[in-house]
DNA sequence: GGGTCCATGCGATCTTGTTCGCGTTCACTT
DNA sequence: AAGTGAACGCGAACAAGATCGCATGGACCC
């Protein structure tokens, strides 16, 4: 496991280096020909050039395989969000852009939902902290652009921005999870995901309102 | 596994019947004691006086035991709610009750919520199709709260009900994760589930908003 | 009463993620 | 040059969920 290193990093490590580098390659376009769950750590040992049991020097389980992977591409996914972002812009609008990237992310495979959603299902197990805290720090990107948008009184003062951007995650993530069991369309999700947040951005944006104004309740 | 019969149910059937409800004693007491990732499917087979394997005539899987029984009392929970529910009330009030009997029912154990959310985990077993399909029934019953309250004029003529009921599914169980991952307190999950319901309806009820005016969008 | 069918149960076995103890390597120390 | 110790790799072994082929028994049919 790649646990803090005792000592400083002299040239010992980097074979282990080129090792992980080999795991995950192996691991990657194993998961991509296989699905996830079809993939055997045997193969992906026999792949990278070495036994299964090697495999749990450098990880800590299966899941973090793609787990790791996956808190890669959130990286990356959130600096290419960065680099178009443009902070002027209504909030609305940026939230859009920003789960707009991070759809593309995960729609790019099911096995990313599917692991990410299984990894918090371990409570024991670290990957569950770690696929936790991923959630989190997605979560607290879109609080950042929801409070500039409350700094600038596009939304109530007395918001709750964190519960919002909870909102926002979990219904869009929760959307996905239909899609990845293969019980609906691509297309179904996105639109699923669409027509969530402008439901949530109903409330968020006071502005975006037509009040019926509250005929009597004649019940039946 | 528990298919349809083949013939009608003579007495045959009997002693199957038995040998279930002994299994499904057997393992919910497992659970109970040990948490179900701890409990052995030979354990379970032990207590119901049977092998390991004969466990496989009754269920297609560990996971079922657990779902099967949640399955069950979401039932329970839905004719509980249903006694009690007053269709005359603000849909608010009745969704916030009814989300109170459904957390209740999950509070009770968060394996509950971990195994219901492992289940939509594997795409290629029923038991992720028959969990998707109990969320779907919830989601449902709280589209149908909505839906009446959108006849009083309650709601928007033009609302998505069916966007916002699974808005509030997905909010309130992404929220009791951590709790199940013992990250946060019983309280503060149901802290969070309260805020984001709170935060919805913001934009489910329209009468409820304090606009501020839109200032203009001085950046910095 | 013999024959048939099928739900049930069993034990062996498989599969696969994971653990364990041992041996090797190698940069560093003295 | 000898010693040290952490990182690494290996094959055997384990744990537990799941599968398989075979046996049984009892309700039904003739």
Chains 1, 2 share one sequence.
Not at 43 to 53: K, L
Not at 78 to 97: G, H, L, N, Q, Y
Not at 101 to 110: G, K, N
Request: proline share 6%.
């Amino acid at each position: 496991m790649p646990r803090r290193p005792l000592r400083p990093d002299d040239g010992r490590l980097v074979r282990g280096r080129k090792s992980r580098a080999r795991i995950r390659e192996a691991a990657l376009s194993l998961f991509r020909e296989l699905g996830f769950d079809h993939a055997t750590l045997r193969q992906i040992g026999a792949r990278a050039g070495m036994g299964a049991s090697s495999i749990y020097r450098h990880v800590q389980s299966k899941e973090e395989l793609l787990v790791d992977e996956l808190a890669d591409r959130q990286e990356e996914a959130w600096t290419e969000f960065r680099k178009a972002d443009d902070r002027s812009r209504p909030v609305r609008e940026r939230v859009a852009r920003f789960l707009e990237v991070q759809h593309r992310l995960l729609a790019s495979d099911p096995d990313l939902t599917i692991i990410a959603l299984r990894a918090t299902t371990r409570p024991e197990a670290r990957v569950a902290r770690r696929t936790l805290a991923l959630q989190d720090r997605t979560i607290g990107l879109l609080a950042e652009i929801l409070v500039a948008g409350r700094a600038r009184g596009e939304l109530p003062r007395d918001y709750d921005v964190m519960a919002a951007a909870r909102a926002l995650f979990h219904v869009t993530s929760g959307a996905r999870v239909p899609w990845a069991n293969g019980l609906v369309s691509a297309d179904g999700c996105r639109q699923a995901i669409a027509s969530a947040v402008e439901l949530l951005f109903r409330g968020i944006t006071p502005a975006a309102r037509t009040a019926p104004g509250a005929p009597p309740p004649t019940e039946r």
